[in-house]
DNA sequence: ACAAGCGGGACTACCCGTTGTT
DNA sequence: AACAACGGGTAGTCCCGCTTGT
């Protein structure tokens, strides 16, 4: 305390908190995805986002606390992502199994368009150090994947109602098998390198569901 | 650490250096698949496993290097495992598409036994924390990917040569697929806590495999 | 620190300048007494306070201000509680011996009626963490301090030329005895978690007086 | 992990753990008496000692496990003190109530050569920061203070038996006094410069026992 | 082969103080 | 007058790996 330490060069800063917020989530997603979250230090997600610690801790009260809204921020533009895909599905066709071909295929068509393999899913970054992050994190991890898969279960059921299953077909988590091969695919793609493989995975789910409904609606929908 | 320094003529407990590196090495991975790589310390690894750094630095020369022989003994037994599973399936059957089925339903049945999800798999936690890793350790996960889409595609190209497969059928990416599923199920059955979610996706993959070959195989395959 | 922040159009609450420093003032007694100097936050007095670092730093040019303003207050109120048990004792008796017994007594009583230990005393607290405080500090302290010695110290006089002091007697010291006895006390009683131990202590000062001012007073006055 | 660390230049290393011990506590007690305990960092401590944080961390659990250590060590030593003033005074006279003031005595004397102000007492430092500490530096000093009260009331029960006290005398908490006097100098004593106060204040101590078990007595001792 | 003391650096968390705003 | 965003630095803790000793 007797020595007076030399008072700061407080620059000017920026005004804009949710801004400001937004570029430390944006920056620490990156970071987060390449190299997993212990991997990833506060103050690498800090200069990448030309901020300092100051400004990090002022947002968010811990490193676990940000990796929960990573992960919240993260599901809701997920579950956005997921509910404009299908709404899109739902104008394009009206029967309920075309509407899955259709929502399974605009998946495969965005995949399709990537010239790198993706950046990956944080579901999975979450799932490689479940271990290390709170009882919080995984509420949320697990909310978001039942989304998914109440969403498509639902739509499974309409297309089941209207045309039947055939005798042996393993209803039972059908609707898990999108996000299974999302999950598996990115991890395949990012490690071969090959940023296609994606897409070509999630045209083999939708063939398979092709076939599941109508067997001859497979060889039309290819 | 030692507020009360124990007897300082401790003897090393085994004077076997295969075993006390194994007993790392299963520390390690029991560790890295909960936690990640980076989330996981050598002294955390020294205390599941009962020795201390100088042991640890003894048998790996870094951390990196615990890396790598994790990956490759982690990749040997999968190789194995796949070989074993394959052989077995041979032996079964005889035509290569049955073979292929065998040989997913191997697999999902094994999973069907599980009572808890999964540990994990070595390849994901990579590919979760790629950028933090050196090049090696990418080639042996690159390696061990690649090995089986070689003697899952050879199995492909046998099936295809004797039935044929229907036009339109995507072909390409087939030989990856049980894998991609394989990878995406293992964390979905984590988040969600479900330790039968793999073996039912693992059934999907045979049940697509046999509606590819011979639709009315599937109906009797299931 | 705000992860769901908080409408921005937050109002001051209060607007009475003296009253929020007072409440600082307030708050940082209380923590600086459970924790020491060093060992409280800005932070916290304002948490305690209910109010923000600004309103603090407008207050206080630092938190060596604060210390500063902190022993000053509590130097005033100390020396005016001093003026007002010397005066009580100087209206309740006319000889200056006795008015030194009673003004110990009255401190006694005070101390008696206590239910747990006192919180302490900041000059201990300045004390204890001495290295640490400027000098501005220490001289606030050390007035305080000098005022006790000279205000006993001249009863102390004014009782000897009244009654004598017995040969051998060290004269010397006598005047810090009771506030020597103080600080130590409160020491003790805060360790040991026993209120009435102040209240002991003071009156074993008490009957030391009596014993050296007149032997068959100490009795009478027990 | 890509990266690879320049390797650090470890210099050899003092080989004797007890010696490095010690000379931690001897930098941290040191340290903690001037400026407290949460004004001492571990950097001072040990810059201080001469060595690094890695040293500390491996001979204390925490900067809390150094707390405990000091404060056990230096309750160790105080009671050692205690003991030996006690058997001194003991082989020096035979009289319990003799034996009394002999000890106080011999604390007085030593405190009397000091030529600065003493550097304090850790029990007075804890008491500073007791809301900073666990519950087992609470009982480690508690323990300590005890120790001279269980001790100074054995030998004020002897010397009662033998002499009696008079009527009217407050038995009660006259075991506390001395230590009461002790912490309560110290602090008096670093506060105005005075070197020698804590000896005049004992010495007030030893001729209020010498009043209670024996006027007479108290103008012979002084 | 293994144990342990220790160096030096990196990590998260928190510190105090400043700025612009209301 | 009081608030919230933020800067820059330091706190305690743990990290990896080197070295010496047994």
């Known amino acids: 305390m007797s020595e007076s330490p030399v008072s700061p060069t407080a ?3 920026s005004r804009d908190p949710d801004a400001t917020r937004e570029r430390l989530l944006d920056a620490a997603q990156t970071l987060v995805l390449a190299q997993g979250f212990a991997g990833t230090s506060v103050d690498g997600i ?3 986002a030309g901020l300092t610690k100051g ?3 002022h947002h968010f009260e811990s490193k676990h606390g940000l990796a929960r809204a990573l992960l ?3 599901a809701e533009q ?3 992502h997921l509910a404009q895909h299908m709404a899109h599905a739902e104008r394009l066709a009206t029967d309920p199994a075309q509407q899955l071909l259709v929502f399974v295929g605009l998946f495969a068509d965005e995949m399709a368009e990537l010239s790198a393999p993706a950046a990956g899913c944080l579901y999975a970054s979450y799932a490689a150090e479940a271990g290390l992050l709170d009882a919080d994190a995984q509420r949320i991890v697990r909310k978001a994947l039942l989304g998914w898969r109440t969403r498509l279960g639902a739509k499974l059921d309409q297309a089941a109602a209207r045309h ?3 005798d042996g077909v393993p209803r039972a988590g059908l609707e898990d098998l999108l ?3 999302f999950e598996g695919a990115f991890i395949l793609s990012r490690v071969l390198g090959e940023p296609h493989l ?7 789910v939708r063939h398979y569901l092709a076939l599941l409904f109508d067997p001859p609606l497979a060889r039309a929908a290819s």
Chains 1, 2, 3, 4 share one sequence.
């Open 72 to 74: 919240t921020r993260y």
């Open 164 to 166: 039947g299953l055939p």
């Open 55 to 57: 400004a990090f801790f």
């Open 46 to 48: 800090v200069a990448a």
């Open 11 to 13: 620059r000017p800063i």
């Open 78 to 80: 997920d579950a956005a």
């Open 198 to 204: 994606v897409a070509a995975q999630l045209r083999h």
């Open 179 to 181: 996000l299974t091969v």
